[in-house]
C-alpha cells in the first residue's frame, strides 16, 4: 500500500474536544511535517485560551488563525472564538463572521469544506467528540474530494452524537481510538 500524499489535517470537535485533543497534539513530534487545523466550539463570549493552553505543552508551533495567513507545515492553527476559519484556493487562511452554522461559529463544517476544496485528495479530517451534528457534512466532503476521513468511536467518545453524525453522512470513515488516530497521525506527518 502506498502511503497517502496527505498535505493537510482538518480536526473537528466541541463538548470533551480539550480532552480529546489533549490526547493527540502534545504527542505529536516537532518535526510532524503537515499543517493541523482545529476547530473546537468555543462560547463567542469568551477569549479563547485554546492556542496558549496547547502551545504550552506541544512540541509543535500553535498559534490562533490569522486572517489572510499563509499556511505553514508543521503548525498547529486554532480557529479565533465567533470567526469561521476556512483555507482559500491558495493556501491561505481566511476568517468570516458570516451567520452560524450548525449552531456554531466557528463551524466545524465550514473549515472540512474549504479545506476540500483547497487540499483535495490531501486532506486528512478528523470529526471527535461532540454534542450536535457539525463536522458530518464537512467530513463527507472530505471524503468526496478523495481525502482520508477518521471518525473518534463513538463508545468510547466523550460526547457520542457528533462522531455518530459524522459516520452516518460519512460511512466511508475510519472509526479509531484516540490512541489509534494517534499512531496513524504520527505515520501521515512523517517528514
Same mark, same amino acid.
Given at each position: 500500500?502506498?502511503?497517502?500524499?496527505?498535505?493537510?489535517?482538518?480536526? /473537528?470537535?466541541?463538548?470533551?474536544?480539550?480532552?480529546?485533543?489533549?490526547?493527540?497534539?502534545?504527542?505529536?513530534?516537532?518535526?510532524?511535517?503537515?499543517?493541523?487545523?482545529? +476547530?473546537?466550539?468555543?462560547?463567542?463570549?469568551?477569549? $479563547?485560551?485554546?492556542?496558549? !493552553?496547547?502551545?504550552?505543552?506541544?512540541?509543535?508551533?500553535?498559534?490562533?488563525?490569522?486572517?489572510?495567513?499563509?499556511?505553514?507545515?508543521?503548525?498547529?492553527?486554532?480557529?479565533?472564538?465567533?470567526?469561521?476559519?476556512?483555507?482559500?484556493?491558495? *493556501? #491561505?487562511?481566511?476568517?468570516?463572521?458570516?451567520?452560524? &452554522? $450548525?449552531?456554531?461559529?466557528?463551524?466545524?463544517? &465550514?473549515?472540512?469544506?474549504?479545506?476540500?476544496? #483547497?487540499?483535495?485528495? *490531501?486532506?486528512?479530517?478528523?470529526?471527535?467528540? /461532540?454534542?450536535?451534528?457539525?463536522?458530518?457534512? *464537512?467530513?463527507?466532503? +472530505?471524503?468526496?474530494?478523495?481525502?482520508?476521513?477518521? &471518525?473518534?468511536?463513538?463508545?468510547?467518545?466523550?460526547?457520542?452524537?457528533?462522531?455518530? #453524525?459524522?459516520?452516518?453522512?460519512?460511512?466511508?470513515?475510519?472509526?479509531?481510538?484516540?490512541?489509534?488516530?494517534?499512531?496513524? !497521525?504520527? /505515520?501521515?506527518?512523517?517528514?
Amino acid at each position: 500500500m502506498t502511503p497517502h500524499p496527505a498535505r493537510a489535517v482538518v480536526i /473537528g470537535a466541541s463538548a470533551g474536544g480539550v480532552q480529546a485533543l489533549l490526547a493527540l497534539l502534545p504527542s505529536l513530534p516537532a518535526d510532524f511535517a503537515l499543517p493541523i487545523l482545529v +476547530v473546537l466550539h468555543v462560547p463567542a463570549d469568551r477569549s $479563547n485560551v485554546l492556542a496558549p !493552553l496547547f502551545a504550552s505543552k506541544c512540541a509543535l508551533t500553535v498559534k490562533e488563525a490569522e486572517d489572510k495567513e499563509p499556511v505553514e507545515p508543521g503548525v498547529v492553527y486554532f480557529a479565533p472564538s465567533d470567526y469561521h476559519l476556512l483555507v482559500e484556493a491558495d *493556501g #491561505a487562511l481566511a476568517l468570516s463572521s458570516d451567520e452560524l &452554522v $450548525n449552531y456554531s461559529r466557528p463551524s466545524i463544517d &465550514v473549515l472540512f469544506e474549504s479545506a476540500a476544496d #483547497a487540499y483535495g485528495a *490531501g486532506l486528512v479530517g478528523m470529526v471527535l467528540t /461532540g454534542a450536535n451534528e457539525d463536522g458530518a457534512a *464537512g467530513l463527507k466532503a +472530505v471524503a468526496a474530494a478523495g481525502g482520508l476521513t477518521f &471518525v473518534e468511536d463513538p463508545a468510547t467518545a466523550h460526547a457520542r452524537p457528533m462522531p455518530e #453524525a459524522a459516520l452516518r453522512a460519512c460511512p466511508v470513515a475510519q472509526v479509531m481510538s484516540l490512541a489509534r488516530i494517534l499512531e496513524v !497521525l504520527k /505515520g501521515l506527518g512523517q517528514a
